[in-house]
């Protein structure tokens, strides 16, 4: 079985200053790890993901994740907060051809 | 290119009242999903389509039934919708499984009375 946890409902953050949204996961195998983000009424939107190779990955609008295999965790990294960055984030699994497993979200909240 | 749309985007039905969310793709992918979203719960999958002509089933299953129409529609129906089913439902395509990423339709909020 795989599964994803996301330990904190709700992170605040102040404009400008770094943001950190954690995620650890369990998988037997390799995994496959994503990062989706959505705002207010509407659905996921892709932000990155892990596949293999380097441990640090760049995605859309600023934002990175680093894999690290030994402590199981994916979390997603921003340098510089934006009030636009306000939304629920998604951690989420897989491995191979299995179904992806999402974590229960994050909601990000910065402040001017 | 619209990417994933979803009709319709809000419905209010009765118990035990039947309906169908139809989702369409237009970027040629050959998988889809059918996932529920709520609160506090993340996403969880009800159905999906691997490829034209398989279904297979999700975490949570019950109460649904899909069909994978062509390459574009992949259609989830209940049949006879009960309270629990108040959900916001969201289609997805991938290129195809694997290590691909999915591509969200804007979803449809259900409300079962």
């Known amino acids: 079985a795989q599964s994803v946890a996301q330990p904190e409902d709700q992170v605040n953050v102040a404009e400008g200053n770094p943001l950190t949204v954690k995620c650890t996961y369990s998988?037997?195998?390799?995994?496959?790890l994503f990062w989706y983000v959505q705002y207010p009424n509407r659905g996921l939107q892709f932000l990155l993901k892990?596949?293999?190779?380097?441990?640090l990955v760049k995605g859309s609008y600023g934002f990175e994740a680093e894999f690290n295999k030994s402590q199981t965790s994916f979390h997603l990294k921003k340098p510089s907060a934006l009030v636009s960055d306000s939304a629920l984030y998604f951690c989420a699994v897989k491995r191979g051809y299995s179904t992806l497993t999402f974590g229960k979200g994050t909601m990000l909240l910065v402040s001017p | 290119n619209a990417g994933v749309t979803q009709t319709p985007k809000f419905q209010v039905l009765k118990t035990g009242q039947s309906m169908t969310l139809q989702c369409a793709q237009d970027m040629n992918h050959n998988s889809m999903y059918w996932y529920r979203q709520d609160p506090g719960m993340g996403l969880r999958l009800i159905y999906y389509?691997?490829?034209?002509?398989?279904?297979d089933k999700g975490e949570v299953p019950n109460g649904y039934n899909v069909s994978r129409l062509n390459k574009r529609e992949f259609s989830l129906r209940l049949e006879s919708a009960a309270p629990s089913q108040t959900s916001v439902y969201f289609c997805?395509?991938?290129?195809?499984?694997?290590?691909?990423?999915?591509?969200f339709g804007p979803g449809t909020r259900l409300t079962v009375t």
């Open positions: 892990y596949i293999t190779g380097d441990n």
């Open positions: 998988v037997s195998g390799n995994p496959y």
């Open positions: 997805a395509s991938s290129p195809r499984d694997g290590t691909y990423e999915q591509y």
């Open positions: 389509s691997a490829s034209e002509g398989t279904t």
